[in-house]
């Protein structure tokens, strides 16, 4: 039968989540409700491609234009998501999805097409492949909590029953306004800027049990937070702070720790600790877990004289922005930073 390539429409929203989750590589990133989740959030425009053959999808691809004044022009598959890039059953699905995209490139006149592929893919002519930009941290835990704080390396299982000695305490719940406060701190210390509280409303609205929000309080007092995503068997800590008492607390130690108990009580056998450079501070307290880097395999078509997108925190560009930032007043950083964030993608 014929390949067809065409938009994603309401009607077909399960049947593309069922793919997607049928797919060894499907992720929770190539799931359809980023595409509400972009445009409600950030005001971009999304792309989210399906290719079918007899009526059933054999290839998916989300894809959305991020596009500002300070950052650029790019289409990105996905943006505020560490993994994405076409999802197909056979190569021709793929080369169809590919090749829908890099029309779409040349229709818009952005300046660069990115796919972020946690897994390598085979090479394709005129791209770029770039698996030296971020790692991710991916590893199996298991249904016993003994067995997965023994797996943990020394010096950090050390750091987590510290928390646990100093009698902090863990809820599992929906509690946006918490999460906010605490990231907002959070990232506002490391120079980076916020995302709106609105944005993590919305990703519990269209996740629904696919999402929660594990917090940390020292007596009545909420100290660290992250949101998490699950898939299939796997969870994704995703947004995660803590406030300025955390560290002396080991509340960030205990939140991690608490996050992987309460996954493994629901059946996850995967933690994914997300991506980070190499270099960094996220990169080296997730490596004292005992988890290993695995590269990632980000891919870029540019259009012709244009340069590969930088938007990270470790471009020298970006240095001055970053120290002036962490000096910020909280309330302002809160007001400015959505209006940034929403660019980088």
């Not at 290839?59 to 596009?67: F, S």
């Not at 130690?253 to 997300?274: H, N, P």
Request: overall charge positive.
């Amino acid at each position: 039968m014929a390949l067809t390539v065409h938009p994603l429409d309401s009607a077909r929203e399960a049947a593309w989540d069922r793919f997607v989750e049928a797919m060894p590589a499907g992720t929770f990133f190539h799931r359809s409700g980023w595409a509400k989740v972009i445009q409600t959030a950030f005001g971009h425009s999304t792309h989210y491609i399906m290719t079918e053959r007899d009526g059933a999808i054999t290839g998916v691809l989300p894809l959305a234009r991020v596009k500002t004044l300070l950052f650029g022009d790019t289409l990105i598959s996905n943006p505020f998501c560490v993994y994405g890039g076409p999802l197909a059953a056979d190569a021709d699905s793929e080369a169809a999805l590919i090749t829908y995209a890099e029309a779409l490139l040349v229709r818009t006149g952005a300046s660069a097409l990115e796919f972020r592929h946690r897994m390598a893919t085979n090479p394709v002519p005129e791209w770029i492949d770039r698996p030296d930009l971020y790692v991710t941290f991916r590893k199996a835990i298991d249904g016993d909590d003994d067995r997965n704080m023994k797996a943990i390396p020394r010096k950090q299982r050390a750091m987590v029953r510290k928390g646990i000695q100093n009698g902090l305490s863990s809820l599992a719940n929906r509690d946006v306004a918490a999460l906010h406060r605490i990231y907002a701190e959070s990232v506002r210390n490391l120079g980076t800027p916020v995302f709106a509280r609105r944005y993590f409303q919305i990703l519990l609205d269209v996740f629904g049990d696919a999402v929660d929000i594990v917090t940390i309080s020292d007596g009545d007092i909420p100290v660290a937070s992250v949101m998490n995503f699950y898939f299939r068997d796997e969870v994704l800590p995703y947004y995660g702070g803590g406030s300025a008492a955390a560290r002396g607390r080991a509340a960030n130690d205990f939140l991690y720790w608490e996050t992987m108990r309460r996954a493994a009580g629901r059946g996850v056998r995967l933690f994914d600790f997300g991506r980070s450079k190499i270099g960094t501070g996220a990169f080296a307290f997730k490596h004292n877990w005992g988890f290993e880097p695995e590269p990632l395999y980000y891919r870029f078509r540019l259009k012709p004289g244009e340069t590969m997108p930088d938007h990270n925190p470790l471009n020298p560009k970006y240095r001055l922005m970053i120290a002036a930032w962490k000096h910020l007043p909280l309330p302002v950083a809160n007001v400015l930073g959505p209006l940034i964030v929403r660019g980088v993608g």
